[in-house]
């Protein structure tokens, strides 16, 4: 049985917008972590069906 940490993609929204939020789970983590800015990589797997999310686009990510 393979249990995943759930992580929850989103884009801010802009001024008085709410962020559009996208749940899905990790696949990979790196536990080596950037001393420059305190961050890990993770790889998850997240449904885009309207491809609302563009390759190459930023998002930021809550990991649980």
């Known amino acids: 049985m393979h249990h995943y940490l759930r992580v929850e993609i989103y884009q801010p929204g802009l001024e008085g917008e709410a962020a559009r939020r996208y749940p899905g789970k990790a696949t990979t983590i790196d536990n080596t972590i950037d001393s420059t800015t305190s961050t890990f990589k993770v790889q998850a797997e997240v449904p ?15 990991v649980k």
Do not use: Q, R
């Open 48 to 62: 885009n069906p309207n491809a609302t999310i563009l390759p190459g686009e930023y998002v930021k990510a809550d």
